[in-house]
């Protein structure tokens, strides 16, 4: 059984910073690409970050590039959101999930692509 778990989120302040990771277990880590959605209460979910199985070529949304900053460590099966210069409309639940296909991302963005999704994890920026 697969199972994803995210951690880490919180409130801080705009211009803050936080961590938020992913920890994976019961599928093959290693060929996965690995994504993080996010979405806001009435909006629907988006794209923020993808990194391939080797935690290479990642993508990141436009609205985030050079805030956000996605990594992997295969050791530990977990795959991280750094997320600095935080902003209010950053605020959301943030998800993470893996690639349906091995050793294939062709369509990171697209959050229909994904599969086995954690629960979630709440992070609040307040101006």
């Known amino acids: 059984q697969v199972q994803l778990v995210e951690s880490g989120g919180g409130l801080v302040q705009a211009g803050g910073s936080l961590r938020v990771s992913c920890a994976n277990s019961g599928r093959t880590f290693s060929a996965s690409a690995m994504g993080w959605f996010r979405q806001a209460p009435g909006k629907e979910r988006e794209f923020v970050a993808a990194?391939?199985?080797?935690?290479?070529?990642?993508y990141y949304a436009d609205s985030v590039k050079g805030r956000f900053t996605i990594s992997r460590d295969n050791a530990k099966n977990t795959v991280y959101l750094q997320m600095n210069s935080l902003k209010p409309e950053d605020t959301a639940v943030y998800y993470c999930?893996?690639?349906?296909?091995?050793?294939?991302?062709?369509?990171?963005?697209?959050?229909?692509?994904?599969?086995?999704w954690g629960q979630g994890t709440q992070v609040t920026v307040s101006s």
């Open positions: 990194i391939n199985w080797s935690g290479g070529r990642p």
């Open positions: 999930a893996a690639y349906r296909y091995y050793y294939d991302y062709s369509d990171y963005d697209n959050w229909k692509k994904y599969d086995n």
